[in-house]
């Protein structure tokens, strides 16, 4: 058994397409959020400046694992979605829902679809949603690649050229870690103590 939540672990045992793999799943399938995407693109990338496996082949590998799992994504919630919001109303879904969906997409789809890649948890939903809320695919389809170009080669490029610089960089890889987890939830607790502030 392997600690899903050691990315240098995980790595080492799945291997290159078990990255892609994980990525895919993590981008656009609802079970997917607990997945550690950041930190497991940044050390696949410190791994490839060691030679454990081409940074190429895996940055264009990881981009286009995360742009098919956001257009899954987007298919799973445009099909599914509509049937789970018109059924009656329960205590978890209210068919009001649907309709701030697509307003909420229809202002704020292009910076979502971009910002949520950078955002843990929120990139595995912003698709779905996407879908839900009818966004128009081909502006979805095109931000939605645009952002996992952007988040592959930005986690990918830090974790190689950290591994290029940096001598022995295993041994800092925990807190550097540690700093990219806290550093990508920083923004959602940003928001909310925002939000708890104009409430008051």
């Known amino acids: 058994m392997f600690d899903i939540l050691d990315p240098l672990l995980l790595i080492k045992t799945v291997g290159l397409i078990g990255v892609f793999a994980i990525i895919f799943t993590e981008s656009g399938l609802f079970f997917g959020f607990f997945f550690p995407g950041d930190s497991l693109l940044f050390t696949a990338g410190l791994l490839a400046s060691q030679g454990f496996f081409s940074f190429p082949e895996l940055y264009f590998g990881s981009a286009i694992a995360a742009s098919l799992g956001g257009v899954l994504g987007y298919a799973f919630g445009e099909q599914v979605g509509p049937t789970i919001f018109t059924r009656q109303d329960s205590f978890f879904f209210h068919k009001k829902h649907l309709g701030e969906a697509q307003q909420y997409y229809e202002r704020h789809g292009i910076k979502t679809i971009i910002l949520a890649r950078f955002l843990p948890i929120v990139r595995t ?41 940096v001598p022995d960089p295993e041994r800092y890889i925990l807190p550097i870690i540690l700093f990219i987890v806290v550093l990508s939830f920083l923004p959602a607790v940003v928001k909310f103590l925002r939000t708890r502030r104009s409430v008051r």
């Open 125 to 165: 939903f912003a698709p779905i949603l996407a879908g839900v809320g009818k966004m128009q695919y081909k502006t979805f389809l095109i931000f939605n690649v645009l952002g996992a170009f952007l988040w592959a080669f930005l986690l990918s490029g830090l974790g190689y050229y950290l591994g290029r610089v």
